[in-house]
């Protein structure tokens, strides 16, 4: 009997570190008050949700909580970045965590409050817990500032014009120091996802278009091919679109679903027409995309056509592309029916169409504004090696 425990105890061992090398992650969470907030009902399932690098909440898996107790077990593909996901399900907020291999804890005093959870186990998710503590200290230094005013000064006081003002000028400096603090955290963990997605969710708001700039650049460069770090540098360029300067790169979804970006075709001139085969002005403006298309079907290797539609409905995209002609070899259609909530119009400022935007390669911005018989102009003159959009440049 008790050689049959050992067997079936290294048998355990074995499969245990069989799922570490095959680089899984298991979660395990547990609930000590296991009823919602709102409709007072115990929470029954719960969501493995990712958030991916354009804010997309995508469902992974689900499981049921069972006596306050869940558990997923998450195996990583190959070379799979560390991303984070929530735990959700809850009726008043989730529960984020990191994705990584290696075992997380979660551990959840009520399921009416989950952003209280504490989670642990795995690098990125100790050193996010870490992170937390920061802000956490901010919002206790303006409660214990409070408190220190009502004992000396007065309830009031506290709430007189005089206190508020105070109060104001209290948090607004504590905010700032907390801040600092964060980066300076951020700056000490470069190399981890953490740096990007943090600086790009939390602090990218507070700073100018320079400054978000020389914080993409401080960022580990064993992280730039990681989606959080392309989603730092996208939204820290789309902050200051202008000619000249360097545009974000963006996604272009293709016909059969799979994703290319931008930057892909660095090295050629790039034209990007905003357009939807509902667009009255878009089907008009089209005329002269073909021309552009004709053109230059001879300067392939130097010249883009990409057409990236706000059209919601893939049946009705392809009949437009087919009934138009356009899906023509070398003419690149992309669209991901999220109209106006595209990430890839978001990141490019655009919020009417027809937009045609002219691209260097460098895939800096030439031009936002071209239309019509201009555009076809343009193109002709810089496939003849006019450089135009250069002149400026060289009179400075």
Known sequence: MMMKRIISALVVIA????????????????????????????????????????????????TKVKKGKYSFQYKLAKDEPTMLYLITGFDNGNIPLFVEEGNVNITTASAAYPQGSEVSGTATNNLYAEYKKIYDACVQEQLDEVRSLAATRGEEWVNSDEGLEYRSQFNARSILKCNNRRLEFLLGHNASPLAPLMMNHELLKHIGNIYAMQMVGAIDPALHSHPYYRAFK????????????????????????????????????????????????????????????EETRANKDNFVLISHSFDKDAEAWHKVIADEGVGCEGWIHSCDFMMGKSPTARLMNVSMIPTIVLIDPEGRAISFTLRGEEAVARVKQILSGDLYYLQGDKEE
């Open 234 to 293: 996208n939204e820290a360029l789309a902050g200051d679109l202008r000619e000249g300067n360097e545009l974000p790169d963006i996604p272009l979804q293709m016909q059969d679903g799979s994703i290319i970006h931008l930057s892909d075709f660095r090295g050629k001139f790039v034209l990007i027409d905003f357009w939807a085969g509902w667009c009255n002005s878009c089907m008009q403006e089209l005329k002269h995309i073909k021309q552009i298309y």
């Open 15 to 62: 499969a245990a570190l069989c799922v570490q090398a095959q680089g899984v992650c298991v979660i395990k969470g547990r609930i000590a008050s296991d009823t919602l907030r709102y409709d007072g009902q115990k929470i029954k399932k719960v969501y493995l949700t990712r958030l991916d690098e354009y804010n997309r909440l995508v469902n992974i898996d689900s």
